[in-house]
T-cell receptor
Framework: GDSVTQMEGPVTLSEEACLTINCTYTATGYPSLFWYVQYPGEGLQLLLKATKADDKGSNKGFEATYRKETTSFHLEKGSVQVSDSAVYFC????????FGTGTSLTVIP | GAGVSQSPRYKVAKRGQDVALRCDPI?????LFWYQQALGQGPEFLTYFQNEAQLDKSGLPSDRFFAERPEGSVSTLKIQRTQQEDSAVYLCASSLERELFFGEGSRLTVL
């Protein structure tokens, strides 16, 4: 069945460091791919999405490219800030919405 | 309202009590989902509605869990005879064009 596997955390980075959170997926058909973010004490909110192969989603300095050949949708940011500290979830829609287990990111000044 | 609203935000129940969690989706959103999120885990699918029809309830963990959306808007997730393993955050999301909009969740603690 459809599923998402993402890099386990927690991840701790210094401010202005580069971030990559890996996400790979298994799906039949052509799913849409998403990254959701959950800030402390808040609900999940959409960070970015890509609906077809080779699409790049971007928002708030984060980027992810839908790679069909490697079935991946890795999240990247060139320079993280303290305010980026949160839990990040990779997700896909097939017949259903499927979420990864989440990767906790802490950015220290 | 502008977003998905869930109530109560926090619920403490004694084992064996029944609880009801409410979700008020974004106006006009046809699809509504319930998820269960255990501590340190990602959201796990429970059930899905399209308007008032419950199209998928394969994620409900037992027959103690029941969800309804009688008029195709507000939804209620009911858990009967709560057990300690039911302690989790219950997330509701409504959907438009394959994008989920989440509420802040209802944190259930069963003592």
């Amino acid at each position: 069945g459809d599923s998402v596997t993402q890099m386990e955390g927690p991840v701790t980075l210094s401010e202005e460091a580069c971030l990559t959170i890996n996400c790979t997926y298994t799906a039949t058909g052509y799913p849409s791919l998403f990254w959701y973010v959950q800030y402390p004490g808040e609900g999940l909110q959409l960070l970015l999405k890509a609906t077809k192969a080779d699409d790049k989603g971007s928002n708030k300095g984060f980027e992810a490219t839908y790679r069909k050949e490697t079935t991946s949708f890795h999240l990247e940011k060139g320079s993280v800030q303290v305010s980026d500290s949160a839990v990040y979830f990779c997700a896909l829609t097939g017949n259903q919405f499927y979420f990864g287990t989440g990767t906790s990111l802490t950015v220290i000044p | 309202g502008a977003g998905v609203s869930q109530s109560p935000r926090y619920k403490v129940a004694k084992r064996g009590q029944d609880v009801a969690l409410r979700c008020d989706p974004i106006s006009g959103h046809v699809s509504l989902f319930w998820y269960q999120q255990a501590l340190g885990q990602g959201p796990e699918f429970l059930t899905y509605f399209q308007n008032e029809a419950q199209l998928d309830k394969s994620g409900l963990p037992s027959d103690r869990f029941f969800a309804e959306r009688p008029e195709g808007s507000v939804s209620t997730l009911k858990i009967q005879r709560t057990q300690q393993e039911d302690s989790a955050v219950y997330l509701c999301a409504s959907s438009l064009e394959r994008e989920l909009f989440f509420g802040e969740g209802s944190r259930l603690t069963v003592l």
